[in-house]
């Protein structure tokens, strides 16, 4: 009798594992699809299909869904491990097991692996016997996550520009979200701007942007000399193939950058450097300089601060020079100054400079006017002296006599 028991129970055993069995190898989800950072069902069928002892009852049916893998476990929480059935009695019946589930929120695009395990017990075999726990595990079950790609503008070289300029610049775009951009493309904006890119249109291809990927565009930004000095914020849109769109911006400075120009008077060996701001926007801390060079040596100081001059104002800056010997009439003047952005700028001038013959070369030192101006004066003043000391001693000795 004990024999026959156990032949019975290895044949229950047997049989019931042919009766419990999910329908298909992608897992149904209460919501589709489903998303980062969700919480929903997956809902699993489990059918008596087929002929086990007892008249294929199934009892204290469970079902229990495990993650396959690392991935998916880090993937999907799962909040119910089991979800109790009961008993399904008869063949062709069915229940559905409904296990919670937490899709974490940096979970990945893409598909991930679940096992699942049908526990069960048939009807006792004689008397008080209790069927033993059968089990049926169904592999390889899929879960499909669709992330939300956020294409962000990661970084750009635009900054501050001048009126007239040509930039060469790059933006880095990078997909900070959970799911793919197909064939992704940027349009830069620059419709009724001051500003334009050379060699090509405002549309750049980035290509498939998953998770975490980067993508750059180079181009050559000319800024119309009409830009007016401020901050502009440049639209940059991102679409893609599976109806991705996404507004960005880019934030650049155009600078309010000036001109002068610089003419010279000269008087008793000076020269005076007159200096005229004929831009459009105003200049802060104006310096004019003489740097060394071939033409002409500076006595004294080099350097003048003229301090602010808005458009249409002029100072002048008075210099010592002398014209060196068998050289040419070219001085270079340099003026710096700061725009209206902050930023430092340098402007070179080259002025041509005719001296008098009062302030022409010489080899001393002095304030621009040579030895052969002095000389005579010099040889005046002896006369004069030794005149001036010889009478005062004719008078003392008259006045002994």
Do not use: C
């Not at 299909?49 to 009852?57: D, I, R």
């Not at 940096?106 to 049908?118: L, Q, T």
């Not at 801390?285 to 601060?305: C, D, E, H, I, R």
Request: no cysteine.
């Amino acid at each position: 009798m004990k024999l026959l028991n156990i032949i019975l129970i290895l044949m229950s055993s047997v049989l019931l594992t042919q009766v419990a069995s999910a329908q298909s190898n992608q897992l149904v989800t209460e919501s589709a699809p489903v998303y980062p950072g969700e919480t929903t069902y997956v809902y699993i069928v489990v059918n008596n299909t087929g002929f086990g002892v007892g008249n294929g009852f199934l009892n204290d049916v469970t079902v229990r869904l495990e993650p396959k893998d690392a991935a998916s476990a880090n993937a999907v929480t799962i909040l119910d491990t089991t979800y109790s059935l009961g008993n399904i009695e008869n063949w062709g019946d069915q229940r559905t097991a409904k296990i919670k589930i937490h899709v974490n929120s940096d979970a990945a695009e893409g598909d991930y692996f679940f096992n699942v395990f049908i526990y069960y017990r048939g009807q006792p075999i004689s008397g008080n016997t209790p069927a033993p726990l059968a089990s049926t595990e169904i592999k390889d079950q899929i879960l499909t996550i669709k992330g939300t790609p956020v294409v962000v503008l990661l970084n750009s070289t635009l900054g501050v520009v001048s009126p007239t300029s040509i930039n060469n610049e790059t933006l880095v775009f990078k997909n900070t979200g959970t799911g793919t951009v197909q064939n992704a493309v940027a349009q830069i904006d620059l419709s009724g701007s001051s500003f334009s890119i050379l060699g090509g249109g405002t549309q750049f291809y980035l290509g498939n942007l998953k998770p975490g990927d980067e993508a750059d565009v180079k181009f050559d930004l000319a800024v119309d000399i009409t830009a007016t000095p401020g901050v502009y914020n440049l639209p940059v849109t991102i679409t893609g193939t599976n109806n991705y769109s996404s507004d960005n911006f880019v934030g650049l400075v155009v600078a309010g950058t000036t001109d002068f120009e610089v003419s010279y008077q000269e008087t008793l060996g000076s020269l005076s450097l007159n200096v005229a701001n004929v831009g459009v926007n105003p200049a802060g801390a104006v310096t004019v300089s003489l740097p060394v060079q071939k033409n002409f040596t500076v006595v004294g100081s080099s350097s003048s601060v003229l301090g602010s001059l808005n458009p249409g104002d002029y100072t002048s800056a008075i210099f010592q020079l002398m014209k060196n010997p068998g050289t040419g009439n070219i001085l270079n003047v340099v003026i710096q100054y700061t725009d209206t952005s902050g930023l430092r700028h340098s402007i070179t001038k080259n002025l041509v400079v005719q001296l008098t013959s009062e302030a022409q070369t010489g080899t001393g030192r002095g304030g621009g006017i040579s030895y052969t101006t002095w000389l005579p004066i010099v040889v005046i003043i002896v006369i004069l002296v030794t005149y001036w000391q010889r009478k005062k001693i004719f008078g003392r000795t008259e006045g002994r006599k």
